[in-house]
Structures are given as structure tokens and as C-alpha cells.
């Protein structure tokens, strides 16, 4: 958590988008593939 905050300080807004967009697009694939886990033995079991 430290070094993320140095990042932010140094790199301050534009540091701060491109962290916030990885954020982002990193919850959605963790979403996805939980998704994927959670439905497939759902779906096999029919």
C-alpha cells in the first residue's frame, strides 16, 4: 500500500487514471472467471 501511494504522488493524476482503468479491468475479469466457476458445475449438473 506504501509504494502505491509514492505512485500516486509521483505520477499524480495520469497515474492515478491509468490505476483506477487496471482496477477496472481487472474486476471484471476476476468477476467473469468467478462467474465461469460458479455456473459450470450449475450447468453440468442438468
Known amino acids: 500500500m506504501k509504494g ?3 505512485f500516486i504522488r509521483e505520477q499524480s493524476v ?6 483506477f482503468v487496471l482496477g477496472g479491468a481487472v474486476a471484471k475479469v476476476v468477476t467473469s472467471l468467478l462467474l465461469l466457476i460458479l455456473l459450470i ?3 453440468v449438473s442438468f
Open 14 to 19: 495520469v497515474g492515478l487514471a491509468v490505476g
Open 41 to 43: 458445475p450449475f450447468l
Open 4 to 6: 502505491f501511494m509514492n
